[in-house]
């Protein structure tokens, strides 16, 4: 097989015309208008459950025998730190048994739940509502155990499920591109399953989900001294046809959409291409791909300002990095003795926390200072693009910490513009030289942190709770599906403080219901240059002392099909 790259490859694409553009950034403006909650109404949704129709939440295909993956004996003997360093992670080969262990640790089902009447699981990455609409998909490029292909992960049975089988000469060509060992992974979503529940707001919460997930899979792949090389150069299309979606019979308002695509490869090897040659692609789409999907509900309501909002999101080939990550220290602050996969698989959201529990300010500072990109430390280096998202903190009880409005500056190239853009009234004054954490007001902040975080009181009760606030309206004008990237990004913001919560002996909880301007007035933006996307708990958990919890695989034990067909996948 010749490969071709031509000079400007994706120019199709790229080159969207001019009015096109401003029409995706109007749809995309659009969409994020009419799905904010306010005080007085929430985004549109039927108000209702209809639990009749609720989303199967594992995706299985039809006609395909599940190849089981080997669960682990023995987690990588890895502390709290080799979470985000990628120093002391030694490399595995990319056996059967490794690629197991990565997903073991990234997707995988963390234990079940139950009380009278349901029954339903949790798994590693969390996901809004529980509802988890992203479905991941490897493709191998060597033979290992399976002969090379794309497959789809089954959470559920803890498998791979072979749609496509990849021809020897096609695997050598792909290794050859990519210079290195390693194998191609990608994740979707079926936003039906989240607008189940949540209607037009949905696809803000697959988004976020998408973020979780892609941190999820890069803390995990740096524990085998793997590293996930962001694909940013192949377009949605492409992706869509590498897996073989435009030979997929669908069930109407169940297709999955595609996300991300990223080559994994040893940590220590760096410059991966970040494209596809399209004869590549070409080639892979030409394939027979097999496997029925199988239906997630009897019934739908198409919400069409998704399909539209998606459309207009769509990511085109070629988009830029931006510039490398900074080689910053750690805070040198509280370490967790926590081993890093029992932090994974411990993660949990707190469904109340105490309002008494408190944090160390060091602790505290620890905590945020994870959430900065470093070049060559997990999950951050993945490489979506420039940092777009600072942190809005409500702080209630942080030792050594006064209560009050902060903000975190995760770049402070904008601080200028933002305080420009804030309250003028705001100090801006920094409690500690060494983090870019700024004080605005000073003064208690539960109820207002509560409110804003539709009524709930978790944003209250919590030793903090916050507002990610992202670089609106310039990313959009820049390239509408950076909508979906600055969603991805508190998503992979938010799995570092699920982790660090754990690390730290307390517990968190992402918020994806907010009331959107009620944000901004605190902060007393008047337009829509920055725009509070997801926001976050960290406290003392309160158990639910009515809920029982089984092992992850304990159903596999039994005659699977038949008990798993029976089980009712719903959380209370
Ligand atoms: C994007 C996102 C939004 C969420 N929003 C809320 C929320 O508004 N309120 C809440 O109590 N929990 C919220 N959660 C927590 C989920 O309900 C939780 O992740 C899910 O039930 C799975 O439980 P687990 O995180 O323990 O695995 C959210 C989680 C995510 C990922």
Redesign the pocket.
């Known amino acids: 097989m010749r490969i071709i790259e031509p000079p400007l490859l994706h120019d199709h694409v790229r080159d969207i015309p001019g009015r096109q553009q401003s029409r995706n950034v109007d749809a995309v403006i659009r969409y994020h208008e009419e799905t904010k909650h306010h005080f007085h109404r929430n985004a549109r949704s039927l108000g209702y459950l209809d639990w009749a129709n609720q989303p199967n939440p594992f995706r299985l295909y039809d006609g395909l025998t599940p190849v089981k993956l080997p669960f682990a004996t023995k987690d990588p003997h890895a502390f709290y730190m080799d979470l985000y360093e990628r120093t002391r992670n030694q490399f595995r080969h990319f056996s059967i048994e490794n690629l197991s262990l990565f997903l073991e640790l990234s997707l995988s089902i963390?234990a079940w739940k139950s009380m009278p009447g349901s029954t339903w699981a949790?798994?590693i990455n969390?996901?809004?509502?529980?509802l988890h609409p992203t479905e991941s998909y490897v493709i191998l490029l060597q033979q290992s155990d399976t002969d090379p292909g794309v497959f789809h992960y089954s959470p559920l049975l803890h498998a791979l499920e072979r749609r496509t089988q990849f021809p020897q000469k096609l695997c050598e060509y792909l290794r050859g591109h990519f210079h290195t060992d390693g194998f191609l992974f990608s994740l979707t979503s079926i936003f039906w399953r989240e607008a189940w529940k949540y209607g037009e707001r949905a696809f803000r919460?697959c988004n976020?989900?998408v973020g979780?997930a892609i941190a999820s899979a890069s803390f995990a792949a740096n524990l085998l001294g793997w590293k996930m090389t962001y694909l940013s150069d192949v377009s949605d299309e492409d992706i869509a046809r590498i897996l073989g979606f435009h030979r997929t019979q669908w069930v109407q308002c169940e297709e999955e959409h595609p996300e991300i695509l990223c080559y994994v490869h040893p940590s220590e090897v760096k410059d991966i291409p970040t494209n596809l040659p399209s004869e590549l692609v070409s080639r892979i789409s030409q394939l027979r791909f097999q496997g029925q999907p199988n239906r997630l509900s009897d019934d739908h309501v198409d919400w069409e300002i998704i399909s539209e909002v998606a459309k207009a999101t769509l990511k085109p080939g070629l988009s830029s990095q931006g510039k490398p990550l900074p080689d910053r220290p750690f805070y040198d602050g509280e370490q967790s003795r926590l081993e890093a996969p029992q932090i994974i698989r411990q993660?949990?959201?707190a469904?109340a926390l105490d309002g008494v529990t408190n944090i160390s300010k060091s602790q505290f500072l620890t905590m945020l200072d994870k959430t900065l990109p470093r070049d060559q430390c997990a999950p951050f280096d993945f490489k979506l693009g420039p940092v777009r998202v600072h942190l809005l903190l409500f702080v209630h009880r942080v030792r050594g910490v006064d209560p009050g409005l902060y903000m975190f500056l995760r770049d402070e190239a904008d601080f200028e513009r933002l305080r420009a853009a804030c309250r003028s009234e705001f100090v801006w004054k920094r409690p500690d030289e060494k983090v870019p954490l700024y004080l605005l007001w000073e003064g208690p902040l539960m109820r207002d942190a509560a409110a804003v975080?539709?009524q709930?009181e978790?944003a209250g009760d919590g030793a903090f709770s916050l507002g990610m606030i992202a670089d609106f309206r310039r990313s959009i004008e820049d390239a509408p599906f950076l909508y979906r990237h600055l969603y991805w990004e508190t998503?992979m913001v938010?799995q570092v403080l699920y982790l660090e919560a754990e690390a730290h002996g307390v517990r968190a909880?992402?918020?994806?219901?907010?009331f959107d301007d009620p944000v901004h007035h605190t902060m007393g933006l008047k337009d829509d240059q920055f725009q509070s996307l997801?926001?976050f708990t960290v406290g003392g958990p309160v158990e639910d002392e009515r809920l029982q919890t089984w092992p992850p695989y304990s159903h596999l034990k039994e005659d699977e099909r038949a008990r798993v067909q029976q089980m009712k996948f719903d959380?209370p």
């Not at 969390?126 to 529980?130: A, I, M, Q, Y």
């Not at 909880?509 to 907010?514: N, S, V």
């Open positions: 963390s949790l798994r969390p996901s809004s509502g529980n919460y976020h989900d979780h993660r949990r959201s469904v975080s539709c709930q978790i998503g938010g909880t992402g918020i994806g219901c907010f997801y926001h959380e």
